[in-house]
């Protein structure tokens, strides 16, 4: 079975820019969440879908993000303009539940914004 | 709100050494605790899960036990390896819900 995948890996943007990261959750799954590492400190919740509904956006920073997921299969998030403090890694994850279900990470989009 | 703290890295140890990462927590309710692990250039791995008072979490050799009393969620290995070098995230996710709380990580470097 496949994990969740991302894509790009690593994308390196002047500020400004416009920026769309995509997430491909488990085939299943109905919760996908996306997380965001900035500089080396703690990761933080973004948001939070079950199907193609946002369930909390209480972690997006401010109205330069916008994340869709439409058919409720894969997601993606678009910083537009991107401003230096976005560079991060943006983590995608997914569950099948809520509360009991592990929730499976994929291997992050590392985000330069120069 | 929720949070979690972790003991600051980088942490080096020679293979075969004890290792302990330090983490607390803050949480109303009764969270269920998480230590994840991410390898170099792979995603975010659960690597153990404990969920009420006294339990134990184990995997890979890693242990880690949730204390209520002094709210804390240590991991602890007994000799590590080269392969273990990583970085380790302590988390948290409340009794509502979905949102994992992490840690800001610790990064473990082992030497042969």
């Known amino acids: 079975e496949a994990g969740v995948t991302q894509f790009p890996s690593h994308s390196v943007i002047e500020k400004g820019q416009t920026v769309t990261l995509r997430c491909d959750p488990i085939?299943?799954?109905?919760?996908l969440y996306w997380y965001r590492r900035v500089m080396g400190k703690e990761i933080k919740f973004l948001l939070h879908?079950?199907?193609?509904?946002?369930?909390?956006e209480s972690g997006m920073p401010n109205n330069r993000f916008l994340a869709e997921r439409t058919g409720g299969t894969y997601s993606t998030l678009k910083v537009q303009p991107a401003e230096l403090e976005d560079s991060g890694v943006y983590f995608c994850?997914?569950?099948?539940?809520?509360?009991?279900?592990?929730?499976?990470f994929g291997p992050g989009t590392r985000l330069t914004v120069t | 709100g929720d949070s979690v703290t972790q003991m600051e890295g980088p942490v080096t140890l020679s293979e075969e050494a004890f290792l302990t990462i330090n983490c607390t927590y803050t949480?109303?309710?009764?969270?269920?605790l998480f230590w994840y692990v991410q390898y170099p250039g792979e995603g975010l791995q659960l690597l153990l899960k404990a969920t009420k008072a006294d339990d134990k979490g184990s995997n890979k050799g890693f242990e880690a036990t949730y204390r209520k009393e002094t709210t804390s969620f240590h991991l602890e290995k007994g000799s590590v390896q080269v392969s273990d070098s990583a970085v380790y995230f302590c988390a948290l996710r409340d009794t509502g819900g979905f949102k994992t709380i992490f840690g800001a990580g610790t990064r473990l470097f082992v030497k042969a």
């Open positions: 994850a997914s569950s099948q539940g809520r509360w009991t279900y592990e929730q499976y």
């Open positions: 085939s299943g799954h109905d919760n």
């Open positions: 949480a109303t309710g009764y969270p269920s």
């Open positions: 879908f079950v199907k193609e509904s946002k369930q909390d």
